[in-house]
């Protein structure tokens, strides 16, 4: 998860829904915490950065969750997506958080949220509900370690410790943090191309899922007069390699 320390009106605006954007300066500051938020390790900077500024589909569209702080004073929590571009004609170019759904606020009433909504909206049905956040904690799954971890009042220990193992930062929880970061924008890739009829993505999906965790060496599936190759390269990461054949013949 990403945090970022702001100010108590500005994150009153974010749980309003007032606040649909937030830029960052393109720097290696953000930089390094853009790609550790969407799962990939610094090795990758490069090829992350690039996809940001030409919008490729498996990586401006991949929600995470980002948290806005006020120095412990309030919090909200929002599923976001990233690219690099402007917020309008006039200004540089940015990181651009693009905020999709509001998970949950604290240290703030329900009628600091009012304030920031029109007064003609009567009943507030878009308005998030605010949940109680405390300091609890969870132990990681995978090195045990006991953390302290901001979550919902009445969490169960089970919730707590897999809240707990996706804010660790061993090694295996970093590892599991990029194979599901890797597998949300493959899926995300598979779902604008492929169609939900005739069984189509659910092949897909399930090849990609099963040469990442090593079920098969490879996947072949044959779409029409497409042809896509599923597996993995050197370094682990998902491949698909499509190619189109287009020929004619004529039976008489």
């Known amino acids: 998860m990403l945090t970022i320390t702001t100010n108590k009106d500005e994150i009153i605006e974010i749980a309003a829904g007032d606040k649909k954007a937030k830029a960052l300066p393109l720097t290696d500051f953000w930089e390094k915490r853009i790609v550790n938020l969407l799962g990939f390790p610094d090795s990758d900077t490069k090829t992350i950065v690039h996809n940001l500024r030409e919008d490729r589909k498996g990586t401006t569209d991949a929600e995470r969750e980002v948290r806005f702080t006020a120095g412990g004073a309030a919090s909200v929590t929002v599923k976001a997506t990233v690219r690099i571009g402007r917020l309008n004609d006039d200004a540089a170019e940015t990181f651009v958080l693009t905020i999709k759904d509001v998970i949950e606020s604290s240290g703030i009433s329900q009628a ?6 029109d007064a003609d909206v009567v009943g507030m049905p878009n308005a998030p509900a605010v949940r109680v956040m405390t300091q609890q904690s969870g132990f990681c799954k995978y ?9 919902p009042e009445g969490s169960s220990p089970a919730d707590l410790n ?3 193992t996706i804010e660790c930062d061993c090694d295996e929880a970093q590892r599991q943090r990029e ?10 890739w598979a779902k604008n191309v492929f169609s939900q009829q ?13 040469t990442f965790e090593g079920a098969v060496d490879y996947v072949t599936v044959k779409i029409g007069k497409h042809t896509h190759k599923i597996d993995t390269d050197s370094d682990g990461m998902i491949r698909i390699r499509t190619t189109f054949r287009d020929s004619n013949e004529e039976t008489f």
């Not at 090195?143 to 979550?151: D, G, S, T, Y």
């Not at 005739?198 to 990609?208: H, N, P, R």
């Open 179 to 188: 194979r599901r970061a890797k597998m949300e924008a493959a899926g995300t």
């Open 112 to 117: 600091d949220v009012v304030e920031n909504v």
């Open 198 to 210: 005739d069984g189509q993505l659910q092949t897909v999906l399930c090849a990609i899922r099963s």
């Open 143 to 151: 090195c045990n370690q006991l953390r302290m971890i901001e979550a």
């Open 162 to 164: 897999e809240q707990a």
